[in-house]
């Protein structure tokens, strides 16, 4: 079993940054491969970001390529996600999750197990 908890969230206006973090429990964190979703009102939940269980491979969406970056911190069970230029389409509820395969899917289907999300709202 895996229990995560998302911080971080909050409100910023656009071309601002915010750093989420997840921190997890259990004994498998650092053998799992971890990602953020998020969910916007009336939409699917989408990928964000994911990142292997060593930090080598990483997949992003294209809408934050180059403004988001993903990381982990395998010796204080935690990921990261270092948000900057935001834009008022990032505003959702931000998720972090984990699986145990060592590749970095993109599909939310592929994730066992999922914090409770935390609100990232932008204002333009």
């Known amino acids: 079993q895996v229990q995560l908890v998302e911080s971080g969230g909050g409100l910023v206006q656009a071309g601002g940054s915010l750093t989420l973090s997840c921190a997890a429990s259990g004994r498998t964190f650092s053998t799992n491969t971890m990602g953020w979703f998020r969910q916007a009102p009336g939409k699917e939940r989408e990928s964000v970001a994911a990142i292997s269980w060593r930090g080598g491979s990483t997949v992003y969406a294209d809408s934050v390529k180059g403004r988001f970056t993903i990381s982990r911190d395998n010796a204080k069970n935690t990921v990261f996600l270092q948000m900057n230029s935001l834009k008022s389409e990032d505003t959702a509820v931000y998720y972090c999750?984990?699986?145990?395969?060592?590749?970095?899917?993109?599909?939310?289907?592929?994730?066992?197990?999922w914090g409770q999300g935390t609100q990232v709202t932008v204002s333009s």
């Open positions: 999750a984990a699986r145990s395969g060592t590749y970095p899917s993109k599909d939310p289907l592929a994730y066992d197990y």
